[in-house]
């Protein structure tokens, strides 16, 4: 029921920025939380960012002060600024929506995005 579609990815050098765009459908948006995650080769989906239905946000340690999610209800989009870009962010990063907790996602996970942070 959720539809959920990343773009924005690409080929950055470190230090370099990006921003990524979430486009959802098929929920009421403005009450749910929208969350960034990512998957790395060889490591486990991580959660990045998230954004609540009022707006408070929380980071991973690794990209605070880096990475800013924000939101638009009117759009139905989350976005997520990625700035001063380092080799370790390199990975598909997906998007999602939750109601409680960011653990526990709506939808199910789709193609996502492709970051490349080439040294």
């Known amino acids: 029921q959720v539809q959920l579609v990343e773009s924005g990815g690409g080929l950055v050098q470190p230090g370099g920025s990006l921003r990524l765009s979430c486009a959802a459908s098929?929920?009421?948006?403005?009450?749910?939380?929208m969350g960034w995650y990512r998957q790395a080769p060889g490591k486990q989906r991580e959660l990045v960012a998230a954004i609540s239905r009022d707006g408070s946000t929380n980071y991973a340690d690794s990209v605070k002060g880096r990475f800013t999610i924000s939101r638009d209800n009117a759009k139905n989009t989350v976005l997520l600024q990625m700035n001063s870009l380092k080799p370790e962010d390199m990975a598909v990063y997906y998007c999602?929506?939750?109601?409680?907790?960011?653990?526990?996602?709506?939808?199910?996970w789709g193609q996502g995005t492709q970051v490349i942070v080439s040294s």
């Open positions: 098929g929920i009421i948006f403005s009450i749910y939380g």
């Open positions: 999602n929506a939750y109601r409680r907790y960011s653990d526990y996602v709506v939808g199910s």
